[in-house]
């Protein structure tokens, strides 16, 4: 069990490393949408770029019902109609304040068909979009990982900090060609993706899950 325990705790490490290196990431190279402010309902909606401008919004932590602050700029939250403060639950996407942010249920269901066994239990929060260009839209998400969950669920109070770790981080790309996401399941997966792209940004897949650092990178260039 302790050899159990302490094999959770160093991929939690990893990931976590890899996170922070993300974090900086995010924050030197922030995209800012220039699709008009409001709700997007549908993708029909996106595509022509007209959000419906009557709702008002504001976001909300995951663990909380709280206003976030306006300077606070986080990845994944959800939203709240400010009308009548109930949650967003089916849209597309959310252009605020220069951010441009996409619901897990959108990308779930308008998902690539090779992309399937893909969950989130949060899927009616949304994701900022992380870089983009004529090509491209990308942003992460943390997509269920039914073995870590479950793992991470056993460790009782560690479990608070191990578990959001273990199921986070799998790329995802709006294509604006074929107008579907593409989730990066998994290494090999994301191989398949890039190498008629940038052949270069292949990777030798020593994991299940590429290496998040070297797919941003690659995304930058074809974006």
């Known amino acids: 069990m302790k050899k159990i325990l302490l094999s959770i705790l160093f991929l939690s490490a990893n990931v976590f490393g890899q996170n922070s290196h993300k974090m900086g990431f995010q924050e030197s190279t922030p995209y800012i949408s220039d699709y008009p402010e409001g709700i997007y309902l549908t993708k029909e909606d996106f595509i022509k770029k007209t959000p419906s401008p009557t709702t008002k919004v504001y976001p909300v932590s995951l663990y909380g019902r709280e206003e976030l602050p306006k300077i606070m700029k986080v990845h994944n939250c959800y939203f709240f109609d400010r009308s009548n403060s109930k949650k967003i639950k089916n849209a597309f996407a959310i252009s605020f304040e220069g951010g441009l942010y996409f619901q897990i249920k959108a990308i779930l269901k308008n998902r690539n068909k090779e992309d399937k066994a893909q969950s989130s239990n949060q899927a009616n929060s949304f994701v900022r979009t992380i870089m983009g260009g004529e090509n491209y839209l990308y942003t992460e998400a943390e997509l269920e990982n039914k073995w870590a969950a479950g793992a991470a669920a056993n460790l009782g109070a560690a479990g608070g900090t191990i578990y959001p770790e273990l199921i986070n981080g799998k790329g995802i790309v709006?294509?604006?060609?074929?107008?579907?996401?593409?989730?990066?399941?998994?290494?090999?997966?994301?191989?398949?993706?890039?190498?008629?792209?940038?052949?270069?940004?292949?990777?030798?897949?020593?994991?299940?899950?590429?290496?998040?650092?070297?797919?941003?990178?690659?995304?930058?260039?074809?974006?």
């Open 174 to 223: 709006w294509d604006f060609k074929n107008t579907e996401f593409n989730i990066f399941k998994s290494c090999k997966d994301y191989n398949e993706f890039i190498g008629d792209k940038l052949l270069t940004a292949v990777q030798n897949c020593e994991e299940h899950q590429p290496d998040m650092l070297e797919v941003r990178e690659a995304i930058s260039e074809i974006k």
